[in-house]
């Protein structure tokens, strides 16, 4: 499980935190951006889990196959699965929507769980290493959630990427919920409802024109996330 989930890590950091737009734009234009985008989640990867490297992690057709020759194929899968999402829009004019995102990341990460030396599904398996979950969630909670909403957005109101203060402003509020979760006890509950209640006054007044979407989907991002985080850190909601 150790393993699988600093994959995971390194997948949100390199396809989200680390993605930056210029980065997204040239790896719709050319193979140069897209070499780039992949060899960012390749050595992000190596050195996540480089400890574990040398070890055997999973055996195919009675042949072993170690960290190594694993992270080659993350490699080479990664470039796949983005080039056809880009030849789809490109040539074949699928729309970029919500879709297309979450089967994108779902084929990531379900080709991270196949490559892991995962063994067994039970209950240690959604309790990683404290950091590297909680960073995990931080990134989902971030940069993951700026994304969703926008595709989100965009299929139901047909609206652009977030400008510099829309995008900041509610990374802001929802790390700022989502850190409610990780204070001891439970008097913090009280502060996580206010906090959640003053996001929807921002959207009353209009400071910044956000969608009940947006609040809506900021708000169970930074819940979901925020009882994981718990969860991870105090071995109990």
């Not at 680390?18 to 990867?45: D, S, Y």
């Not at 996540?48 to 993350?74: H, Q």
């Not at 297309?100 to 309790?127: E, K, M, R």
């Not at 203060?165 to 990780?182: H, M, S």
């Amino acid at each position: 499980m150790t393993i699988f989930w600093r994959l995971l890590l390194s997948h949100l950091l390199a396809d989200f935190t680390l993605q930056l737009n210029v980065v997204n734009r040239m790896k719709r234009e050319g193979l140069a951006g897209m070499v780039i985008h992949c060899l960012t989640h390749f050595f992000m990867a190596v050195a996540l889990v480089w400890p574990w490297l040398g070890e055997v992690w999973f055996t195919a057709l009675g042949l072993p196959f170690n960290g190594w020759t694993a992270m080659v194929l993350l490699l080479v899968t990664h470039y796949i699965v983005d080039q056809l999402r880009v030849h789809a829009m490109k040539t074949l004019r699928f729309r970029d929507g919500l879709p297309s995102f979450l089967l994108d990341q779902f084929l990531h990460v379900y080709i991270l769980f196949l490559l892991a030396p995962v063994f067994t599904l039970d209950a240690g398996f959604f309790h990683p290493e404290k950091w590297v979950g909680l960073l995990s969630m931080l990134v989902i909670v971030t940069h993951a959630t700026t994304v969703l909403v926008y595709f989100i957005e965009k299929e139901l109101h047909e609206k652009t990427f977030p400008g510099f203060d829309e995008k900041y402003f509610l990374i802001f509020e929802r790390v700022v919920l989502w850190a409610f979760f990780l204070v001891k006890g439970w008097y913090w509950l009280p502060f996580a409802a206010a906090w959640i209640a003053q996001m929807i006054y921002v959207r009353h007044k209009r400071i910044l024109d956000l969608s009940k979407t947006n609040i809506t989907v900021s708000v169970l991002a930074s819940v979901v996330c925020g009882l994981w985080a718990r969860y991870i850190y105090y071995g109990a909601f």
